[in-house]
C-alpha cells in the first residue's frame, strides 16, 4: 500500500492531537511528521489538519480518514495478537523416526488433555540437528553423536536393547534353533554385534541375516514372525505389553540414552516448558523390571 508509513504516523498525530507528542511517541522528528502529514495531503488532495494554537485539531476529511485508520490499525493488531497467540499454542519437535512411530504417537493424545488448544507439529529425523531453522524448538534423540557448545541437552531415559520377536516365532526357535534369522537395520547396523559383546552371548554365531533399511522396519518385521532383531527399550514397550513381542534374553544397557535438545536461551515459550516436562515424565517410567540383565 502507497504511504502506509505517512498513514500511521497521521493516526499517531491524529490521536495525540500534536505534532511533537506524536514525534516523541514514534521517536522522530517534529519536522517528520509534518513532512509525512504533508506528504500524504498531497496524495489525498485533502487538508488534514488545521492549527488552533499550540495544538492540531483534524478537519473534516481528517476526522473522517481517522476513523478509516484506526479500523484498520486496530484490525491488524488484533491480527497480530491473535497470530502471536497462534505461534505460542504450536511447537516445532523433531524426534527419531522409530520412537515417533511406536512409542510417542500414541501417547501425544494426553499430553493435549493436559494442554487443550496446543498444537505439536512433529517431524522425524535421526542424529545432527539444526534447531532454530523452520520454526524447530525440541528435538528428542539418541545421544549416539556430538552436539553443538551451543545446545542443551537434557536426558530423558536411559537405553536397554535386547533381541525380540514374536511368542510364534520363539516357539518355532526351540524346535529349529539351527534356522534362526536375524534381523538388522542398515540405521543401526553394529546392534547386533554390541548386544553380543555387552550380554556375552554367542546367538549371532551361525544364524542367516536380513537386514532392512530401517530399524522401524527390523522391528516391524520382528512384530510379523520374520525372525528376531534387536529391540531398544522403549521404543518395543508397547508391543512387549500387547503381547506382539517377547524379550526371552532379556535386555543390557545400551550405554546410551534418549535426549531432549534445546536451544541455550532464556525465556522459552510455556509450551516449550510444558512439553519438556511432559516428555520427561513419559519416559521416565518407561523402565520397568522387564529391563535388567539376566
Wanted: proline share 4%.
Amino acid at each position: 500500500m502507497r504511504h502506509l508509513k505517512a498513514f500511521y504516523i497521521f493516526h499517531v498525530a491524529a490521536g495525540a492531537a500534536s505534532f511533537t507528542e506524536a514525534a516523541q511517541r514514534l521517536s522522530i522528528t517534529h519536522g517528520a511528521v509534518s513532512k509525512q502529514i504533508k506528504l500524504l495531503e498531497a496524495y489525498l488532495s485533502q487538508s488534514l489538519f488545521e492549527r488552533q494554537g499550540r495544538h492540531v485539531v483534524l478537519t473534516a476529511a481528517g476526522k473522517q480518514l481517522y476513523r478509516y485508520t484506526e479500523q484498520a490499525f486496530k484490525a491488524l493488531e488484533s491480527g497480530v495478537s491473535a497470530l502471536a497467540q497462534s505461534n505460542e499454542r504450536c511447537l516445532e519437535v523433531s524426534c527419531e523416526p522409530t520412537l515417533t512411530m511406536r512409542w510417542l504417537m500414541t501417547r501425544l493424545s494426553d499430553f493435549y488433555q493436559q494442554h487443550p488448544g496446543t498444537d505439536i507439529r512433529l517431524s522425524t529425523a535421526g542424529g545432527p540437528v539444526t534447531l532454530g531453522s523452520n520454526g524447530l524448538s525440541l528435538a528428542i534423540r539418541r545421544d549416539d553423536f556430538a552436539l553443538r557448545p551451543d545446545y542443551l541437552s537434557q536426558p530423558l531415559v536411559e537405553e536397554w536393547v535386547g533381541p525380540v520377536c514374536s511368542a510364534q516365532y520363539w516357539q518355532q526357535m526351540q524346535s529349529t534353533p539351527q534356522q534362526v534369522k536375524l534381523l538388522h537395520s542398515q540405521t543401526r547396523p553394529q546392534a547386533w554385534a554390541e548386544w553380543s559383546a555387552k550380554s556375552g552371548s554367542d546367538l549371532i554365531q551361525h544364524q542367516s541375516q536380513q537386514s532392512f533399511a530401517h530399524f522401524y522396519f527390523s522391528l516391524q518385521a520382528a512384530v510379523d514372525g520374520l525372525g528376531m532383531a534387536i529391540g531398544s527399550y522403549p521404543l518395543v514397550m508397547d508391543d512387549l505389553l500387547r503381547g506382539n513381542l517377547i524379550a526371552p534374553y532379556g535386555f543390557v544397557r545400551s550405554g546410551h540414552r534418549y535426549v531432549l535438545i534445546s536451544l541455550y536461551e532464556e525465556p522459552r515459550i510455556a509450551l516449550e516448558q510444558q512439553f519438556s516436562i511432559w516428555i520427561q515424565q513419559q519416559l521416565a517410567a518407561c523402565i520397568p523390571d522387564v529391563c535388567r540383565e539376566k
